[in-house]
């Protein structure tokens, strides 16, 4: 299997631009999550799906954070407008809740910088 | 308060100097506490899961324990492929079985050969 795949893997834009960033998890997991890793808050649950419906998005900071997921092969986190404090990485994982595992397997992340 | 504490925050060994990295957590009800690993430029990779104390779990050089409070992940004799930041995460047990992970800051391991 491919793993968890993300694109783009960096993206560089500037200050009240949309972004876009797109995750493929693991074929056959039923669980997507949506993380945001920064030197200060660390690692950071955003948003998660189970079965395409989203779960809990507690986590999302504000309204400028959005998640879809429209099949189960599919995922995007739109920021928009985008502000330079949204600049981190943006780490997409994927589980399968069976089996009596849960494991939470990443993708490698994009880097957002916003100017 | 944070939930997850991982300590020290950065720890230097000599290759094959052993050390323990400790992860303390405050939850009601503790569902699973994993452990991942994380080089530079690339996304966690997970390393074990521990569900309950007294549960021990190893992989090569590593050895993950558990106990009511905290966690240790033991690194015996390491290399320097051991390199890496290692992130501690638990699993809250709630009413609805949340798949929520709440991580901690991470704790940076470097081993010189």
């Known amino acids: 299997d491919a793993g968890v795949i993300q694109s783009p893997r960096h993206e560089v834009t500037e200050m009240g631009q949309e972004v876009t960033l797109r995750c493929k998890p693991i074929?056959?997991?039923?669980?997507l999550f949506w993380y945001r890793q920064t030197m200060m808050r660390g690692l950071e649950l955003l948003i998660y799906f189970n079965n395409n419906v989203p779960i809990d998005d507690s986590g999302m900071p504000e309204d400028r954070f959005s998640a879809k997921m429209p099949n189960a092969s599919f995922s995007t986190l739109k920021i928009q407008p985008s502000e330079p404090r949204d600049s981190a990485v943006y780490f997409c994982a994927s589980s399968f809740q069976g089996q009596g595992t849960d494991t939470q397997y990443f993708g490698p992340g994009t880097r957002l910088t916003v100017l | 308060e944070d939930q997850v504490t991982q300590s020290p925050e950065a720890l230097r060994l000599q290759e094959g100097e052993s050390s323990s990295l400790n992860c303390s957590y405050t939850?009601?009800?503790?569902?699973?506490l994993f452990w991942y690993r994380q080089d530079p430029g690339k996304g966690p990779e997970f390393l074990f899961t521990?569900?309950?104390a007294g549960e021990e779990k190893e992989k090569e050089r590593l050895k993950a324990t558990l106990t009511k409070k905290e966690s240790f992940l033991h690194i015996t004799a390491p290399k320097p492929e051991d390199s890496a930041t290692y992130l501690c995460?638990?699993?809250?047990?709630?009413?609805?079985?949340?798949?929520?992970?709440?991580f901690g800051k991470g704790m940076k391991l470097t081993v010189n050969p």
């Open positions: 521990l569900y309950s």
């Open positions: 074929s056959g997991h039923d669980y």
């Open positions: 939850v009601s009800g503790l569902r699973g």
């Open positions: 995460a638990v699993q809250e047990a709630t009413q609805g079985g949340s798949e929520k992970l709440v």
